[in-house]
């Protein structure tokens, strides 16, 4: 498994090498679609993005749960969690990544 972990940054130069803009225009472009996504999931939009997956917002109901070192029954309260399901081509370009 790769060390590597993709940052803004590595998206703002991807775009500076192959959109052609200045690096300053880049990060700023990389990090308004960013925001935008996240400001939609915010509101509790569904964020689709072709070929690559959906990103949305599921509220999970309260429940009680278990400590499992003391088996003490602990409420877990209501929460919203985001929850991403990558496209069947992701999914496939990541299984042939793994033929390797």
Do not use: C, W, Y
């Amino acid at each position: 498994m790769a060390d590597k972990t993709l940052t803004r940054m590595d998206l703002a130069d991807a775009v500076h090498s192959q959109v052609g803009l200045s690096r300053n225009d880049s990060a700023d472009l990389v990090e308004s679609v960013l925001n935008h996504v996240s400001d939609s999931l915010v509101r509790g939009e569904t964020v689709k993005i072709s070929s690559f997956g959906t990103f949305s917002v599921r509220e999970k109901a309260a429940r009680v749960g278990r400590n499992p070192k003391t088996g003490e029954e602990v409420p877990i309260h209501p929460r919203r969690v985001l929850t991403f399901r990558p496209s069947h081509l992701m999914k496939d370009r990541v299984a042939a990544g793994n033929k390797r």
